[in-house]
């Protein structure tokens, strides 16, 4: 208990899932009932509204992206966010062959960071559904 949590969404649009923002705001509720401090932010990430409603609840322990899955976007979200993070930054879809946030994973651990890990689950009876965490110490 204790935590203070902030998420940024863009639901039910592109990778969205029907009904995500429901089941969002069912998250939501659930941590704040069991004593945290949680709040979502529906809009985009890149948008300077929500980067000052994740700077108001900052800095965090973690920072977690898992944006659009573009190139751009990822970098963006890094550009924007990362600095908001005081123990890891966390990117999701790093080791995708779909998504180009796999790319900008690899461009940023290998410029910037000496201290990261990868989680690849086993994915080699549906191979498309390689995704990954990937988990980097500031």
Same mark, same amino acid.
């Given at each position: 208990?204790?935590?203070?949590?902030?998420?940024?969404?863009?639901?039910?649009?592109?990778?969205?899932?029907?009904?995500?923002?429901?089941?969002?705001?069912?998250?939501?509720?659930?941590?704040?009932?069991?004593?945290?401090?949680?709040?979502?932010?529906? +809009? $985009?990430?890149?948008?300077?509204?929500?980067?000052?409603?994740?700077?108001? *609840? !900052? /800095?965090?322990?973690?920072?977690? &992206?898992? +944006? $659009?899955?573009?190139?751009?976007?990822?970098?963006?979200?890094?550009?924007? *966010? !990362? /600095?908001?993070?005081?123990?890891? &930054?966390?990117?999701?879809?790093?080791?995708?062959?779909?998504?180009?946030?796999?790319?900008?994973?690899?461009?940023?651990?290998?410029?910037?960071?000496?201290?990261?890990?990868?989680?690849?689950?086993?994915?080699?009876?549906?191979?498309?559904?390689?995704?990954?965490?990937?988990?980097?110490?500031?």
């Amino acid at each position: 208990p204790g935590a203070r949590i902030a998420s940024i969404d863009l639901p039910n649009v592109q990778t969205g899932r029907e009904g995500s923002q429901l089941r969002l705001n069912d998250a939501i509720g659930v941590l704040n009932g069991m004593g945290h401090e949680a709040a979502v932010h529906y +809009g $985009d990430s890149t948008h300077a509204d929500a980067i000052t409603f994740a700077s108001a *609840y !900052g /800095p965090y322990d973690l920072v977690f &992206i898992d +944006g $659009d899955h573009s190139y751009e976007g990822c970098m963006a979200d890094y550009t924007n *966010y !990362g /600095p908001m993070a005081r123990k890891y &930054i966390a990117f999701h879809d790093v080791a995708s062959t779909i998504w180009p946030c796999a790319k900008a994973w690899a461009d940023i651990i290998a410029t910037k960071h000496q201290h990261t890990i990868s989680v690849i689950a086993d994915t080699s009876a549906q191979p498309q559904k390689l995704m990954g965490i990937g988990v980097m110490l500031i």
